[in-house]
T-cell receptor, first 110, second 114 residues
Framework: GQSLEQPSEVTAVEGAIVQINCTYQTSGFYGLSWYQQHDGGAPTFLSYNALDGLEETGRFSSFLSRSDSYGYLLLQELQMKDSASYFCAVSYTGFQKLVFGTGTRLLVSP | IAGITQAPTSQILAAGRRMTLRCTQDMRHNAMYWYRQDLGLGLRLIHYSNTAGTTGKGEVPDGYSVSRANTDDFPLTLASAVPSQTSVYFC?????????????FGEGSRLTVL
């Protein structure tokens, strides 16, 4: 089946920059999304890349390289509230039926 | 602004019982989805619906059924619950006319099957 790989956990300190990588299978790839989920909460949408390059939204940026089947989420000026799980998700069909990665737990310490 | 409403928030259920998880959206999105989330496994798609009157199977459809009688409602039914269906269930919706990769999620329904 289609699968995505991302690290299970990343730790960082407040004010730092962290990058969460995601690799995916290429067959039928359409776009890469990123979601944030706090413990006990619902996933919330952060960003979407359909074309190569960097998309910036405030402190968060997302990058895609279709030739490398690779993307990443970049979080800058980390804050304690950024401690959460981050999921990459791929749409393979051109329709928004997303396949999610298993998530990266980000722990931000003072 | 309601968005997506799921009910119940949590439920404990005896194995073998029938259970329906409700999901209603007020955004007039054409597409709706049901995901389950288990520790270490991320979110897995159970069933989806591209538009009212149509449904499709996701990655883990066995033991579940859905219906989409209208745009707003997308209930998920467990005909005969088993302990392996203990999970957190998320309903989501999207406007597939604009492929932005964005799903809108409900707050989830935590189901425990004993």
């Amino acid at each position: 089946g289609q699968s995505l790989e991302q690290p299970s956990e990343v730790t960082a300190v407040e004010g730092a920059i962290v990058q969460i990588n995601c690799t995916y299978q290429t067959s039928g790839f359409y776009g890469l999304s990123w979601y944030q989920q706090h413990d006990g909460g619902a996933p919330t949408f952060l960003s979407y890349n359909a074309l190569d390059g960097l998309e910036e939204t405030g402190r968060f940026s997302s990058f895609l390289s279709r030739s490398d089947s690779y993307g990443y989420l970049l979080l800058q000026e980390l804050q304690m509230k950024d401690s959460a799980s981050y999921f990459c998700a791929v749409s393979y069909t051109g329709f928004q039926k997303l396949v999610f990665g298993t998530g990266t737990r980000l722990l931000v310490s003072p | 602004i309601a968005g997506i409403t799921q009910a119940p928030t949590s439920q404990i259920l005896a194995a073998g019982r029938r259970m329906t998880l409700r999901c209603t959206q007020d955004m007039r999105h054409n597409a709706m989805y049901w995901y389950r989330q288990d520790l270490g496994l991320g979110l897995r798609l159970i069933h989806y619906s591209n538009t009212a009157g149509t449904t499709g199977k996701g990655e883990v459809p066995d033991g579940y059924s859905v219906s989409r009688a209208n745009t707003d409602d997308f209930p998920l039914t467990l005909a005969s619950a088993v302990p392996s269906q203990t999970s957190v269930y998320f309903c989501a919706s999207s406007d597939s006319r604009h492929n932005t990769g964005e799903l809108f999620f409900g707050e989830g329904s935590r189901l425990t099957v004993l």
